[in-house]
């Protein structure tokens, strides 16, 4: 590979490098998730100062064609990416149910409170009509004795 185009190569994995690290400084990106993203901007980097090492250790490994290797190393490094994804949608998936499922019984138990504080009022507001109809009657009673 020409000097020229291994420099390029190294200069887009530092802005990938860089733009994984900005994410996670600026809180849009957990460190929890870029760590993969971190592994593949510095094998971006680095593979292609190292394009001889590669070349030999893929024609170790019974690889002719040698970019095919740095193929294969980007294919792992997006399926784990993946396989992180997919891990962390299950765990969401599971806490959304869960929180529904709360959300839920707190709705029905919001909704039964209600029912009880407006059976209450209705029993407290008949309780007082009633005091005041037994206090009117007894005024009544008193003007016709008196």
Same mark, same amino acid.
């Given at each position: %590979? ?10 887009? !994995? ?25 592994? %593949?901007?510095? &094998? %971006? ?11 030999? *250790?893929?024609?170790?490994? !019974? ?6 290797? %740095? *193929? ?13 994804? =997919?891990? &962390? ?6 806490? *959304?149910? =869960? ?6 019984? &707190? ?11 407006? *059976? ?13 109809? =037994? ?10 004795? !008196?």
């Amino acid at each position: %590979m020409v000097w020229r185009a291994r420099l390029f190569f190294v200069a887009l !994995g530092l802005i990938v490098l860089f733009f994984v690290i900005n994410l996670v400084r600026t809180k849009k990106l957990k460190e929890e998730y870029a760590l993969l993203w971190l592994l %593949m901007a510095a &094998t %971006m980097v680095l593979a292609p100062l190292l394009i001889d090492v590669i070349d030999a *250790i893929s024609f170790a490994i !019974g690889i002719d064609y040698p970019p095919a290797l %740095m *193929i294969v190393i980007a294919l792992v490094c997006f399926a784990l990416i993946f396989f992180q994804i =997919s891990v &962390t949608i299950s765990r969401f998936s599971e806490q *959304i149910k =869960s929180l529904s499922q709360d959300l839920a019984l &707190t709705r029905k138990r919001l909704q039964e409170l209600e029912e009880e504080l407006a *059976i209450s009022r209705v029993c407290e507001s008949k309780s007082r009509e009633g005091d005041s109809q =037994s206090l009117s009657e007894g005024d009544r009673h008193e003007s016709h004795s !008196g």
